[in-house]
């Protein structure tokens, strides 16, 4: 599992700025490689506190974006 300075470092790498929620985001795809948004967002929030569902969604698409995380869709 990733240090939260290996997030960080893998998120700049991207050429991404460095923000709260994307280091949530990509930490709980880290902990939880195949869950389904709902539960991303749930960690999320243990991690950073009261964040919408449209932050997350928009970070999961930024993250996407970057090549840092894939979608799967069924």
């Not at 790498?13 to 991303?40: F, N």
């Not at 967002?41 to 009261?50: A, P, Y």
């Amino acid at each position: 599992m990733p240090t939260t300075a290996e997030i960080e470092q893998l998120v700049r790498a991207a050429d991404l700025r460095v923000t709260r929620p994307r280091v949530a985001v990509l930490t709980a795809v880290h902990e939880h490689p195949h869950a389904d948004t709902e539960t991303i967002i749930g960690e999320v929030r243990t991690q950073v506190g009261d964040v919408s569902h449209q932050a997350v969604y928009d970070v999961l698409k930024v993250l996407t974006g970057a090549g840092l995380v894939r979608r799967i869709q069924p």
